[in-house]
């Protein structure tokens, strides 16, 4: 399977090459007691994670066998096309739920 890779858009090459100066070093401030007090989070003990937070209902990953029509045409419509299966999906049980049908 062929795979096709974006470039990064980024010039790591040059960052990679890049030697810091002494001076360079002069720009960075010192950190303080206060600035590595404020570093983590504590509430009542207990260290605050940061970042996203967790879903109530995430996501879960499955492997699923499609028509290869029906793949190529949600992949037609763009970028997201996994998010507008579901959508489809949930608007489908929405429909059946309505009639009280089960399949």
């Known amino acids: 399977m062929t795979v096709k890779k974006r470039p990064l858009g980024s010039d790591l090459q040059k960052v990679d090459t890049h030697v810091i100066a002494a001076e360079e070093y002069e720009e960075i401030p010192e950190l303080t007691d ?23 209902a995430p996501k879960q990953a499955v492997s699923l066998r499609l028509d290869a029509e029906v793949l190529r045409w949600f992949k037609s419509t763009g970028p997201g096309y996994q998010a507008r299966m579901g959508e489809v ?11 009280g049908k089960k399949a």
């Open 89 to 99: 999906l949930k608007q489908h049980i929405t429909r059946k739920k309505a009639t």
């Open 34 to 56: 206060e600035d590595l007090a404020r570093a983590d989070l504590y509430h009542g003990g207990k260290l605050i994670s940061r970042g996203r937070p967790k879903s109530a």
